[in-house]
């Protein structure tokens, strides 16, 4: 039987290839050892980075809820505040309602009076009427309810003022409901 030399198998190798060949699985070893400690460090430097995210993200819900809380608080004691103001108008209201044998001018005078508060109130809480009547229409003050036909006012002008308006600082709170001259004569 002869043998295919292409293909014949090589024979065991001698000694020093034996030699050779565990020194190369030593280093193979030693890098394997190299890659599982850095694999281990890798793995607790993830597992701190997750914790450390799971406690910002904790952090940052408390500080969520607790800004939610504290800007509720904010808006109760600014409502109490305006509230303490308009008080003492409810009593006058109430103290005007019980009056007996008042007469006409008197109970003018007192609901006149009544208003003067109510509006005292509203400029010390920032709350300004808005001017409409004589004034040019500006429809981010006014609501125009109906447009009027006329030769004596200016084209566009207010004529005069159903509603009042108010505004709060530079904020809209309402617009002025009113009735606008529309002069075909320009």
Request: avoid cysteine; charged fraction near 35%.
């Amino acid at each position: 039987m002869r043998l295919d030399l292409d293909h014949e198998l090589p024979e065991q190798g001698t000694a020093d290839e034996a030699g050779a060949m565990e020194n190369q699985s030593q280093p193979m070893t030693a890098a394997t050892a190299e890659l599982d400690t850095e694999l281990d460090r890798l793995r607790s430097e993830r597992a701190t980075y997750l914790d450390r995210l799971a406690r910002l993200q904790a952090e940052f819900d408390n500080y969520r809820k607790r800004s939610a809380r504290e800007q509720q608080e904010f808006r109760d004691y600014a409502l109490v505040d305006a509230l303490k103001q308009l008080l003492p108008i409810l009593d006058s209201l109430d103290r005007a309602t019980r009056a007996e044998n008042v007469t006409a001018p008197d109970f003018r005078a007192g609901i006149e009076l009544i208003d003067r508060q109510f509006h005292d109130v509203l400029s010390k809480l920032n709350v300004e009427p808005i001017s409409a009547a004589g004034n040019p229409f500006d429809p981010t003050l006014h609501q125009a309810i109906q447009m009027v036909e006329t030769t004596e006012e200016k084209d566009n002008h207010v004529l005069d003022e159903l509603q009042r308006g108010y505004r709060l600082r530079d904020r809209l709170l309402r617009p002025a409901m009113v009735r606008v001259a529309s002069n075909p004569k320009k």
